[in-house]
């Protein structure tokens, strides 16, 4: 009658060299893919030379009524608040300021009621140019940062800083 074999006694050198191969080979194939995603991302995306701004689509003019605002995320993570302050279909009826405050970096929003913007951190308060007009930050004299915008063809985009590989930024 044949033995049978515990666990233990099958692992032969042969079976472990094996298994040791190939997780080795499948730790590479997945280091190497990671590496490869990420630098494709920033080589085809952003590449050398690439403007310091750029056009990117925010959403259609029929997308948003008057009054109403959108967070918009940059490319780059910058925060954007974008609001619609008229109806006549131009780059004119919006308003795109940074959706962070200057005082301590909080969420800034869009009152439409009030015709302002608002950081409830310590009640600053911003005019639809995003100048400071009340609380810490008009104290401190800052103001929102403003971006362009454009229409074409119903679509709204706004101009927003991108950094590409071996932009004088990153070198």
Known sequence: MR???????????????????VAMVGG??????TLAVMAGR???LYPAGAQDEAWQFVTELKGVRVGEALD?????????????????????????????????GCQVHWQPHKNR??????????????KAIEGPPAAAGQSLAAYPLKVEAGLLFIEVPV???GSPEEV
Do not use: M, W
Not at 28 to 33: E, H, K, S
Not at 117 to 130: K, L, S, T, Y
């Open 3 to 21: 033995e049978k074999k515990t666990p233990a006694e099958d692992n032969s050198p042969e079976r472990r060299e094996f298994l040791s191969s």
């Open 28 to 33: 590479l194939a997945a280091g190497y893919g």
């Open 42 to 44: 920033y080589l085809y």
């Open 72 to 104: 918009y995320v940059a490319p780059t993570g910058v925060r954007i608040v974008v609001a619609r302050r008229a109806d006549d279909g131009t780059a004119a009826d919006f308003v795109a300021l940074s959706g962070v405050c200057p005082h301590l």
């Open 117 to 130: 913007f608002f950081c409830p951190c310590h009640n600053g308060v911003f005019d639809p140019q995003g």
């Open 163 to 165: 950094v590409g590989l």
